[in-house]
């Protein structure tokens, strides 16, 4: 028996001759692979090779948290150049052809997530078992990143589990679970948790005499595997693919990409290895992937507490939130409630009376059912999903709350009452949030005996869906409340924004000149289905007006409403905006909106049944070429002139924090970086120019107060793509 | 008249003409509008750094067909390219002459100072002149829609014989004098009559207009006053009129088309054409903020005639023109006089030479002087490229200026026949110092 010490790896030997290599990275929650683990395995690899002893060789995770979360992504980021990138590719592909090619047979024990080169790693082993339990996940999601697998994924993958299957995961960058994983024939075997090690022995004493692991699924595969062999079917589903994405691969040329490197995985050479690994080289210099990756890291920063706490130090010792209080079980407060439940929170939803606390428990209830359905839930646990959301009348079953979320109608003066009623009912230590989308929130802490516990809490709705969180800081919020709400929205798996009070915060007020915008081109005659396509042209996932339809108009209009004293044109907008509401066009809920939805696909509506009347086009002037078209810069620019507003304003401090806000919280472009990031891109010079030409042409609310300029210290490597290519 | 201000002309801009239902037949006269008086902004704004739309007092278009669904052409135009709604425009109409009109009319805007900066123009959609109903059809068609009942309805609908569905062209009719009851050409035949011109002649001034216009095209002369229209999928560029190749073998085929054994033919006339032509224009100081102006309109006469001899009206009003201040034919570096038809150009050459027509029609003891060859029309005129009814007026003045410059000329003349017996001239310079 041997056994040898490596930083990242424990390697043991049994008296079976099964070779153990338990990869344990120390200092991290999850295992990644980064330099160390590569020299680490690769020294492990070549000790094995010279090795006779032996029989088997077991890869796992030391981690209870799971098998691999992928590659180190800084250090993705952190290759500078071609060169650079071919190293560290080549590395890696040579490693995992090195363990594909060993003599003796090799078994990846999987749990947790298996992801990017975790799942690589597995792929390059003869055999795969995985536990088959809620937080076991496969995948190759490098497409997230504008990348695609680097170190043999798009080869091994697809010789494992078929073209077809192998697209849908990459292109995607799909998860599948171990049970999904082993029907389609990625694992050998999912085996169930209570089953795990009495299983996991039994298929490694299978292995060590010799005998092959045969999955139940194994001949319905082979035979589809040989069908897709063929040639002729190849290329039908290369073709179908390729359709599929190509409205897309103009945004993200990931895509295609990824299949040019999978559809050559049926080459025996290594030709497609060579591939994949051009493919990567090119796309990690495209700046699709370049904004993904400083959104990546954004969002990793955006879910540490220092970011937005500066003193953090002593806020351990508070109390985290254990229990949450909803006041109002409408469709926010329901959602919130819902969404709190499923992370494991108990939660209480305040109504004010029978019927409402009524229509408050249908609500909760059906979203569980929608929850369950989705994630295949029994009844069990669905039943106990509602029973940890209580509806109440009486205030008092609000005492025990850690915390308390209001999620009223929106007017302050209900709001205040609310609240004074709240605070006399509940603990001192425990933090109260209002779920306002507008409202001022120092202005309702002014009620509060103890306002420093009181800040805004802006979900986005559906609550379930949307990962973005506003956490408004009130004018006299504490450190503390800020670090509890923070860590709360965290661990409900949402990324937290913090913002300063002002009206809008901060996503509704970058996004609605922007809307507002929209609707006013509509006044002026321009096409519903026109102004939609530009946008989705540049890159958005949905046109203006249909996000309008989706928001709801009434919902909109409320917005207008609020923030008319920051915006010159709101008044307009809300006239126009009231008309569609009066009418009852209220959007996708009402059937009606810009669109008439109910056939199949929605139908954009003509001009004439929208406006009461038609305004003056603007006149036509030249601009400065900055790669848009007069509609798409008449719609972007008011969204950056506001994210440039905020920026100077303080709503937040730093650049990526606009534009991950942006990106999560309304869709905006991800592979465009954001807001400030398309700024970056026009260059400010060009920029200050167009908004120039804009405020002539359309007036006020293009003007400036003064020039926009780079804020200095905020351009990160990332920034500075423009070098690299 | 000879005491007016100069008006100076910033810029000017026309679309491309394309021939009557070809490239601009889906266009409206008030998108050719529209584009011309945003392009002419757009140039304008290139010559200095204190001017933009918001500017813009008054828009003044020409326009003769009236597109029923514009009624006040210039107004829809002006909103529609933006210029503020506290801003006044007016359509004129002088027929033929109603893009000549349009300055005139900004010379008053001017000169009354109700006004700094006008766009003046002219719009034409010949493809787009309405098909109409019989006066006979169209009382019918209201009283349908006026009967109530079923049976009333079918007691109408009964009334209508195949003669009520005719169309009756609009084109037609705009053509066509109401007083003498001649249409266009036919008053060209009387002209070739009265003095003495033949087939070949016309022929030969019909290709030397397409030899001049498509050699105009060829060294892009004319491109530098043409804003290329966009169009669904392309981009409209050069005039489609001049015919390169074009020879007098190819002339000679043609059939006369108004006159039984008569000498006017499609060959030696206009065509019907789409398109739309604009300037900037203003008073002699404002111009100055500008870095070099396109020149300047210095005088101008308007002259009646005999509607059937209406082609003669360029003669009439020239000599007005000559009279008012004090000019002579030679003074003019170039001339253009519009090309209705070839017939009528020479008409008004041989006129112009005439004692007799001097002393007879313009109360002039010696003959008006002579229209030479080589000054008139140097760069074509509408017979190759085309004659948009509301539009040519500001087409002349536009070319002529733009011929002057190249020309290193000073002065010009622009003078136009128009339907209904009318003449309209108008003297251009380049400068006014020296």
């Known amino acids: ?725 | 008249m000879s005491n007016q201000m100069p008006l100076a002309v910033i810029e000017g801009v026309r679309t491309p003409m394309a021939k009557a239902f070809t490239e601009l037949e889906r266009v409206s006269a008030v998108e050719l509008g529209t584009h011309v008086v945003t392009s002419v902004i757009k140039r304008a704004m290139a010559k200095t750094d204190d001017f933009n739309f918001r500017q813009v007092d008054e828009v003044i278009m020409g326009n003769v067909s009236g597109p029923p669904d514009a009624a006040n052409i210039a107004r829809v135009i002006a909103l529609s390219a933006g210029i503020p709604k506290d801003r006044i425009a007016h359509t004129v109409n002088r027929n033929c002459a109603s893009g000549m009109e349009s300055v005139i009319g900004a010379w008053q805007a001017l000169a009354s100072g109700r006004s700094t900066m006008v766009i003046a123009g002219g719009t034409e959609s010949m493809s787009q002149i309405p098909m109409l109903v019989s006066p006979e059809a169209a009382r019918l068609w209201i009283q349908l829609s006026k009967s109530k009942t079923f049976s009333k309805r079918l007691r109408t609908l009964a009334k209508f014989r195949p003669r009520h569905f005719r169309p009756v062209p609009g084109v037609q009719l705009g053509l066509t004098d109401p007083v003498s009851q001649l249409n266009m050409g036919e008053t060209a035949e009387l002209l070739a009559k009265e003095f003495g011109i033949n087939r070949e002649e016309q022929d030969a001034f019909a290709l030397q207009s397409h030899q001049r216009a498509a050699a105009a095209r060829q060294r892009c002369f004319l491109s530098g006053e043409i804003e290329p229209f966009p169009l669904r999928s392309t981009v409209f560029e050069k005039d489609n009129g001049p015919r390169d190749g074009q020879s007098m073998e190819q002339l000679a085929k043609l059939k006369p088309i108004f006159q039984r054994g008569g000498t006017v033919t499609a060959g030696n006339s206009c065509p019907l054409t789409d398109g739309a032509a604009a300037l900037l224009l203003t008073d002699l100081e404002t111009s100055k903020r500008f870095d070099q102006p396109l020149g300047f309109v210095t005088a101008s006469s308007v002259a009646g005639c005999d509607p059937h001899r209406m082609g003669l009206g360029p003669v009439y009003a020239t000599a007005k023109l000559l009279n008012q201040t004090g000019m002579t034919l030679q003074d003019f570096d170039l001339v253009e006089i519009n090309e209705a038809f070839a017939a009528q150009v020479l008409a008004c050459q041989r006129a112009a030479t005439s004692t007799e027509f001097a002393r007879n029609e313009l109360g002039r003891s010696q003959a008006l002087g002579e229209f030479t060859n080589e000054k008139l029309n140097t760069h074509g005129g509408a017979i190759a490229l085309g004659h948009p009814v509301g539009m040519t007026g500001t087409r002349l003045i536009l070319t002529l200026l733009r011929s002057l410059r190249e020309a290193g000329g000073r002065r010009g003349l622009a003078t136009l026949c128009v339907g209904g017996g009318q003449g309209v001239a108008m003297m251009v310079e380049t400068n006014l110092e020296g």
């Not at chain 1, 106990?384 to 209001?406: F, G, P, Q």
């Not at chain 1, 800040?455 to 559906?462: Q, R, Y």
């Not at chain 1, 919902?555 to 009066?582: E, N, W």
């Not at chain 1, 465009?672 to 030409?693: D, K, S, T």
């Open chain 1, 1 to 725: 028996m041997t056994k040898q010490t490596y930083q990242t790896l424990n390697v043991h030997c049994d008296d079976a001759g099964v070779l153990r290599i338990v990869i344990d990275v120390p200092g991290r929650p999850l295992n990644v692979i980064n330099a160390d683990v590569m020299n680490e395995l690769d020294a492990a690899i070549t000790d094995l090779e010279a090795r006779k002893d032996v029989k088997l060789v077991v890869f796992k995770s030391g981690k209870e948290s799971g098998f691999f979360a992928g590659a180190d992504v800084s250090i993705i980021e952190s290759i500078s150049n071609k060169s650079q990138a071919e190293q560290l590719l080549v590395a890696g592909q040579r490693l995992f052809a090195r363990i594909e090619k060993l003599a003796v047979p090799t078994l990846a024990v999987i749990h947790g997530p298996c992801l990017g080169g975790g799942l690589e790693l597995a792929l390059a082993c003869d055999y795969r078992i995985a536990r088959d339990n809620s937080s076991t996940k496969l995948g190759l999601p490098e497409i997230k990143l504008g990348l695609i697998p680097g170190w043999g994924g798009t080869q091994r993958l697809t010789r494992l589990i078929g073209l077809k299957h192998s697209l849908q995961m990459i292109l995607k960058g799909l998860h599948v679970s171990a049970q999904a994983a082993s029907s389609i024939g990625l694992v050998d075997k999912a085996i169930a948790p209570d089953r795990w090690r009495d299983e996991l022995l039994e298929v490694i004493n299978h292995l060590l005499h010799g005998d092959e692991l045969h999955s139940v699924f194994a001949i319905g595969r082979g035979v589809k595997n040989r069908l897709q062999a063929n040639e002729f079917v190849r290329q039908q589903i290369v073709a179908i693919a390729e359709r599929s994405i190509a409205k897309q691969a103009v945004h993200f040329p990931a895509l295609s990409s990824a299949i040019k490197a999978i559809s050559e995985s049926f080459e025996n050479d290594d030709r497609g290895y060579e591939t994949e690994r051009a493919e990567f080289k090119k796309l990690l210099f495209t700046p699709a992937c370049r904004n993904l990756l400083r959104l990546f890291f954004a969002k990793e920063r955006s879910r540490q507490l220092k970011t937005w706490v500066t003193d953090h130090s002593q806020l351990l010792h508070q109390d985290p939130i254990r229990r949450l209080g909803v006041i109002g079980g409408g469709v926010m407060g329901a959602g919130i409630a819902h969404c709190a439940a499923t992370r494991g929170y108990p939660s209480t939803i305040k109504e004010a009376n029978k019927m409402t606390a009524d229509a408050a428990r249908n609500r909760v209830d059906q979203l569980v059912n929608e929850y369950a359905e989705h994630k295949g839930m029994d009844r069990e646990q669905s039943e106990r999903l509602k029973s940890a959301v209580m509806v109440s009348e009486s205030m008092a079953d609000l005492s025990d709350a850690s915390c308390v979320i209001e999620a009223i109608v929106e007017r302050m003066d209900v709001k205040k009452s609310v609240l004074r009623d709240l605070e006399s009912s509940i603990g001192k230590s425990a933090v109260i949030a209002t779920n306002t989308s507008a409202l001022s929130v120092s202005e309702m802490a002014s009620v509060l005996r103890y306002p420093k516990r009181f800040a805004g809490l802006h979900f986005f709705n559906p609550v379930s869906r949307m990962e973005l969180v506003e956490v408004i800081r009130g004018d006299q919020t504490s450190d503390a409340t800020i670090a509890k709400l923070v860590g709360f929205v965290k661990s409900l798996g949402k990324t937290p924004i913090v913002t300063k009070d002002s009206p809008g915060f901060l996503v509704n007020r970058i996004l609605f000149p922007y809307l507002g915008e929209a609707v006013l081109m509509v006044q002026q005659g321009f096409d519903v289905k026109t102004i939609d396509d530009e946008m989705r042209t540049f890159g958005m996932p949905m046109g203006p007006l249909r996000l309008l339809d989706k928001v709801g108009l009434d919902v909109a209009l409320h917005v207008a409403g609020t923030l008319q004293q920051m915006m010159p044109a709101a008044g307009t907008i809300s006239t126009i905006l009231g008309d569609f509401v009066g009418r009852g066009d209220l959007g996708c809920k009402s059937g009606s909106g810009f669109y008439r939805y109910g056939g199949k696909r929605p139908k954009p509506r003509s001009g004439r049944k929208l406006v009461s009347y038609f305004v003056q086009p603007p006149a036509s002037i030249d601009f400065i070429e900055d790669g848009l078209t007069d509609i798409q810069r008449r719609l972007v620019y008011p969204m950056l002139l506001e994210a440039t507003r905020c920026l100077a304003e303080g709503v937040v401090e730093s650049e990526w924090a606009i534009d991950l806000g942006m990106v999560l919280g309304t869709g905006f472009a991800p592979q465009l970086g954001g807001p400030m990031q398309v700024i970056h891109e026009i260059g400010h010079a060009h920029f200050n120019a167009n908004l120039a030409r804009l405020a002539l042409q359309l007036g006020e609310r293009f003007e400036t107060y003064e020039p926009v300029r780079a804020v200095n210290g905020q351009d990160t490597s990332l920034m500075k793509q423009g070098e690299l290519l």
